[in-house]
């Protein structure tokens, strides 16, 4: 119930902001648009890269990374202003906190992977049940840019959160394959981008949409293994913030 | 009886003591204001009274709770209102006030009558739908109080009220305070003399971490032969005079 109420108030503070609009959902919108419209009258795009069926993943997945901004921004201006001070005098436990600053984001997330997916159907992505599927598969993705949000929110002041979240706005764009074919680099840069999870969150998209479900395993698993461990350091450093 | 009992409570970050060996027993039902300059140890003590951070060493007992050892019990009968004014932005009045009685356990029907005696209480009932963001700072404090008093505490700690207010907001928030005396026990901290001699039952003088005196205003202008309030803080927080 504490935690519930702790949600509600979360998610009221982020869908009243317009930023939340403006990038979480507009943005990736845009770029579908954008980069749709540019490929019709360049149909030399490589397909493999700007195709709807591998772009709109991407660009589900890219609008997804601005959670870590949404949730690390909000959780550093509670500590900014006294806010946070006041809720660690309450009889809130730890758990509550998380599960209040986690929960709404698993909503909006589906929001806003429905509006990322509906946009791209009108360019050709494919109606199918798989496209449930790889809106389903945007929820562990999105527990990996929840933790983050926790992390940054936990160590950075609001002015810094602002900062950094736009650096792993871009590395994850950058570094997820959204742009271009990660194989085409090759080399050492493939290499970390598929240590890192952000390739295998998009890849875990693509498969599901394509419904290729025995080629998801190994990407949700490097995507669950991240939101995991990511999530265990949010929980340790919430926690060693509230005791201090 | 006794509100509050502190039996020897220190704080010490690193080689810096910010409360030193504090004794101090406040009665149930009375106004204590803790004055001191920036860094004397006021806003350290409360956050240790309030569970915020763990004593060095030594206990302090509210309402015959241990802060140590039954910090879950102590949350559930104190409330705060912080130094800096800590409302959720972008909630409306009735909203914030909703969401904290919920943190305390309330349900959603309790919330909303609670709710209600507060906004009435205080005067906020006709801004009970706006943002708390276009409030002016001495509505917000009002909220902030109002905030900290939904839960019903038995313990109310009020650090610094009236920071920042002009005259006539003051004024206001001193008649609201008032009307709490002897309702619930209370401590203040506050940097203005006036607020503390026309508020509190007794008052207490922190300097470097130390508690100099305790007792009335005239108690305390008796103990150091000073003729003012004024007079005796200054006298208790001259670095130079208190250590030789």
């Known amino acids: ?244 | 009886m006794t509100g509050i009992a502190i039996e020897g409570l220190t704080k010490r970050f690193r080689e810096r003591t910010a409360v030193d060996d504090l004794h101090l027993s406040i009665g149930e039902g009375e106004l204590f204001a803790l004055l001191g300059q920036n860094g004397a140890g006021k806003t350290t003590t409360i956050r240790m009274l309030c569970g915020l951070c763990a004593p060095t060493s030594g206990d302090a007992r509210l309402n015959g709770r241990s802060i140590v050892r039954e910090t879950g019990a102590v949350k559930e009968m104190i409330n705060v209102s912080p130094q800096e004014t800590a409302v959720a932005p972008k909630l409306s009045v009735r909203e914030n006030l909703v969401f904290m009685a919920q943190l305390y356990g309330a349900s959603q029907a309790q919330a909303n009558e609670r709710a209600d005696e507060m906004l009435a209480a205080f005067s906020l009932a006709d801004r009970a739908q706006e943002k708390t963001k276009a409030l002016s700072g001495g509505m917000q404090r009002r909220l902030s109080i109002a905030m900290a008093l939904i839960s019903e505490p038995r313990i109310l700690f009020l650090d610094e009220p009236t920071l920042g207010l002009d005259v006539r907001a003051r004024r206001d928030l001193w008649k609201l305070i008032e009307g709490l005396k002897g309702k619930i026990t209370i401590v203040l901290t506050t940097h203005y003399l006036e607020e503390a001699a026309a508020l509190a039952d007794r008052i207490g003088i922190m300097h470097e971490g130390r508690m100099r005196v305790v007792g009335t205003v005239e108690e305390i202008e008796r103990q150091t032969g000073a003729a003012t309030l004024e007079e005796a803080f200054l006298q208790l927080t001259d670095t130079e005079e208190v250590s030789a």
Not at chain 1, 7 to 12: I, L, N, P, V
Not at chain 1, 66 to 91: C, E
Not at chain 1, 180 to 191: E, M, N, S, W
């Open chain 1, 1 to 244: 119930m504490k935690s519930l109420a702790f949600a509600s108030r979360t998610r009221k503070e982020v869908t009243r902001d317009p930023l939340t609009l403006l990038f979480g959902i507009g943005f990736p919108v845009v770029l579908i648009l954008l980069i749709s419209l540019m490929k019709r009258s360049l149909p030399d795009m490589p397909n493999d890269v700007f195709g709807i069926q591998g772009f709109a993943p991407g660009m589900a997945v890219f609008g997804l990374s601005f959670i870590s901004l949404f949730l690390g921004m909000l959780i550093a201006k509670d500590r900014d202003t006294s806010f946070l001070m006041r809720l660690f005098a309450s009889p809130l436990k730890g758990s509550d906190y998380i599960l209040g600053y986690s929960l709404p984001f698993l909503p909006i997330a589906l929001l806003q992977g429905a509006v990322c997916f509906g946009t791209a159907l009108f360019f050709g992505l494919t109606l199918n049940i798989h496209l449930l599927s790889g809106l389903l598969m945007l929820l562990p993705v999105s527990l990996l840019f929840i933790a983050m949000g926790l992390l940054l929110g936990s160590f950075f002041t609001y002015t810094q959160v602002g900062g950094i979240s736009s650096i792993l706005v871009n590395v994850a764009a950058w570094m997820s394959g959204t742009w271009f074919d990660l194989a085409l680099v090759g080399g050492a840069f493939k290499t970390v981008c598929y240590l890192l999870p952000f390739a295998h969150a998009v890849d875990t998209v693509k498969y599901a949409i394509a419904g290729n479900y025995a080629a998801i395993g190994p990407h949700l698993l490097w995507v669950l293994g991240y939101a995991t461990l990511l999530y265990t350091g949010a929980v340790w450093v919430f926690r060693r913030k509230m005791k201090n």
